[in-house]
């Protein structure tokens, strides 16, 4: 099997230790690019009449840029920058940075108005020529972008309508910046200076075509389609895909994929899932997929023979990235579904290290796969706890939150040496995290999923 494009499984140290090598190129590539504009513009020979802060505010303006054309390659899911780190680690430090972005943007015209204050008519959209008007518009482009990501939920933004005003937003900053600095002029003349400028244009330029064409392009060769769709406890949906004349895919237990059902791959509505199917499983793959909104409550009406395309694998959520003696699962509702991936995987790997999983739900109605679970525990070495926030009567196993409590009854001794994999709603994987740091299991041995990137 050959992987499709996303992050590579990585089953040893070696692999580990070159993916983070690569990872650390990228940085130091990323880095460059990013600071390169500054150093040109702070080390070139100011005319007269043209001193070092208004040279400053023009190198920051350019960095700024940097940063915001280089977004659409932290966006691009190019596997060789995302496998070092994590698909979410990557999402998290283009949001950081975008406000690191709007920083360097909003000193480019503060620094010249403050050096100069006859200049602030830039500043006015009425008397402001139209290379400052451009300028303005990549600046009130960039707000309205960090405003309405910020405040998604409060707007009643849905994710979809989001993602295509996010990116008419992200080209019109970079487009307008790229025009306002060609009718500044000044900076993009002479040989080395023009030539900068225009790698630097064409870079933003193939990262935008490949978010939006490339990419959806090489998806479209690579089809799959339902085989089956069953009903699980707790309105959970198993989806069974097969690939249609490829391999299929090749992923490390409780990584996921983008999944976009019954639409062109070009369409913006893809959802990301955890594959819950045994990563020795070959030809198809399963995903668990609970109710929550407009696309996951439609999932119990698919007919098998949809088709549908995946991107992946990606994530870094997986034993295979942290090996150790024992592993302890803690999963709270559909948080169940890349732990289930790695039980399976290690089920067929015959794996007889000690496995413990923590389950919360909140009735034992609720508890999706529990007689596979049950089977597990025959199939490992492995103890599953239900913990369940509204036990019916009669139940005798533990209830309400998994807290210090819960964890002191069942991690047993030298919790510090098992390996943690936690996935459920982020106050669970808030108590439970700050619980097990507080018993000296160190930071290292914990793996956080959240079903949260946007
Ligand atoms: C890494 C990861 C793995 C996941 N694995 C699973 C899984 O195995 N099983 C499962 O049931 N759920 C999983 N989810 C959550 C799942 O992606 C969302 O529940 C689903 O996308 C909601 O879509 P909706 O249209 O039904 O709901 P909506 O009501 O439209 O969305 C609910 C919330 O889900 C998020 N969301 C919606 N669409 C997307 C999207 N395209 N991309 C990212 N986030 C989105 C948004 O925060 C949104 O506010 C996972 C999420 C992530 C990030």
Redesign the pocket.
């Given at each position: 099997m050959t992987p499709a494009d996303g992050e590579a499984p990585t089953r040893s140290p070696a692999g580990g230790a070159a993916a983070a090598a690569k990872g650390s190129g990228w940085l130091l590539m990323y880095l460059l690019v990013g600071v390169t504009p500054l150093v040109v513009a702070v080390t070139a020979n100011p005319p007269p009449g043209r001193g070092f802060w208004l040279e400053l505010s023009v190198g920051l303006g350019f960095v700024g840029l940097s940063l915001l054309g280089l977004q659409f390659a932290t966006v691009s899911r190019f596997s060789a920058v995302t496998a070092p780190y994590g698909?979410?680690v990557v999402l998290n430090y283009h949001r950081m940075i975008s406000f690191v972005a709007l920083g360097f943007v909003l000193a480019h015209p503060a620094i010249i108005v403050i050096q100069d204050p006859a200049l602030a008519e830039i500043l006015n959209p009425v008397t402001a020529d139209w290379t400052a008007r451009f300028g303005q518009t990549s600046i009130l482009a960039l707000v309205a972008l960090i405003v309405t990501s910020v405040w998604?939920?409060r707007f009643r933004l849905?994710?979809?309508a989001w993602?295509v005003l996010h990116g008419a937003l992200a080209v019109t900053v970079v487009v307008s910046a790229l025009i306002h600095i060609e009718r500044v002029g000044y900076y993009v003349d002479g040989f080395w200076k023009r030539g900068l400028w225009i790698l630097m244009s064409a870079v933003f330029v193939a990262l935008l075509v490949n978010v939006y064409l490339v990419q959806p392009w090489r998806l479209r060769r690579r089809r799959w389609e339902i085989v089956s769709v069953e009903a699980e406890r707790g309105g959970?949906w198993t989806l069974t895909l097969r690939p249609l004349g490829h391999e299929g895919v090749r992923f490390s237990p409780g990584q996921?994929a983008?999944l976009t059902i019954d639409r062109s791959p070009f369409a913006?509505?893809?959802?990301?899932?955890?594959?819950?199917s045994s990563a020795d499983e070959h030809g198809t793959v399963t995903?668990?997929?609970?109710?929550?909104?407009?696309?996951?409550?439609?999932v119990g009406r698919l007919r098998p023979g949809t088709r549908a395309y995946l991107d992946g694998p990606?994530?870094v959520?997986s034993y295979e990235r942290n090996e150790g003696p024992r592993f302890v699962f803690v999963a709270g509702g559909?948080?169940i579904?890349?732990v289930l991936s790695m039980l399976r995987t290690l089920a067929d790997r015959g794996d007889r290290r000690p496995c413990l999983l923590l389950y919360a739900n909140e009735s034992w109605q609720d508890v999706a796969y529990r007689d596979e679970l049950t089977d597990l525990e025959e199939r490992l070495h492995l103890t599953v706890v239900h913990v369940l926030a509204e036990p019916h009567d009669g139940w005798t196993g533990e209830s309400g939150l998994i807290d210090g409590a819960v964890l002191d009854r069942h991690l047993g001794d030298h919790p510090e040496r098992a390996r943690y994999f936690l996935c459920g709603p982020v106050p669970m994987m808030d108590g439970v995290q700050a619980a097990l740091l507080a018993r000296g299991v160190p930071a290292g041995h914990l793996d956080l999923?959240?079903?949260?990137?946007?």
């Open positions: 698909l979410d998604r939920t849905p994710y979809e993602r959970v996921f983008w913006v509505r893809e959802h990301p899932f955890s594959f819950s995903f668990a997929i609970k109710e929550a909104g407009d696309f996951t409550s439609t990606y994530g959520f559909i948080g579904s890349p999923e959240l079903f949260d990137l946007v």
